[in-house]
């Protein structure tokens, strides 16, 4: 007997480094909301971004009660962490990491901002995914606003993100692990 998903064989999402600027301190505020701080009166600044997604294994079944996290630049570029010693202001309103849990669908969702661009790389976002207490993967998803100039970028790490009438962004990105 086989159930609905067995025909299909998704590709694993490849693992990318997880970067000298994974948080050092957790921080009481661990939603998914990245531009609204808890306790502060104003908004994060930047392009806004809804990051919605998705997190299967290869054969396309939800994975349900897992943990996506995420830590990026805040608009200007910026790290929240001791070893980022790039000059510049950081955005004392934004998140820079959050969390998010799947649903029964294996739906994830984030409201962060586009991350600023520091020299060379494209913007993007880290992330780590979580079952229970183990970490299984620990990749990059790539800001794709256009597809100028994205041939060196791996295919399963792009997040190719539309601007809607309100000037905010959206994307979807598909974890399978």
Do not use: C
Not at 43 to 55: C, E, F, M, Q, S
Not at 82 to 89: A, E, L, Q, V, Y
Not at 92 to 121: H, M, V
């Amino acid at each position: 007997m086989t159930d609905s998903y067995s025909q299909y064989r998704y590709k694993r999402t490849p693992h990318d480094m997880e970067g000298p600027y994974y948080p050092v301190k957790r921080r009481s505020d661990e939603d998914n909301n990245l531009i609204n701080v808890k306790g502060k009166s104003k908004l994060a600044k930047g392009d806004v971004l809804y990051l919605t997604g998705v997190v299967i294994n290869t054969h396309g079944v939800p994975q349900k009660d897992v943990i996506v996290e995420i830590w990026q630049t805040d608009a200007n570029g910026l790290y929240r962490h001791p070893k980022d010693r790039s000059k510049g202001k950081r955005d004392p309103f934004f998140q820079y990491w959050g969390t998010a849990k799947t649903d029964k669908e294996g739906k994830y969702s984030f409201k962060t901002l586009i991350p600023g661009k520091y020299e060379p790389r494209p913007p993007h976002i880290h992330f780590k995914v979580w079952v229970g207490k183990k970490v299984i993967l620990t990749s990059q998803m790539y800001i794709i606003k256009n597809k100028i100039n994205t041939s060196h970028i791996n295919e399963l790490l792009k997040l190719e993100v539309t601007k809607n009438k309100k000037g905010e962004y959206s994307g979807f990105f598909r974890i399978v692990y």
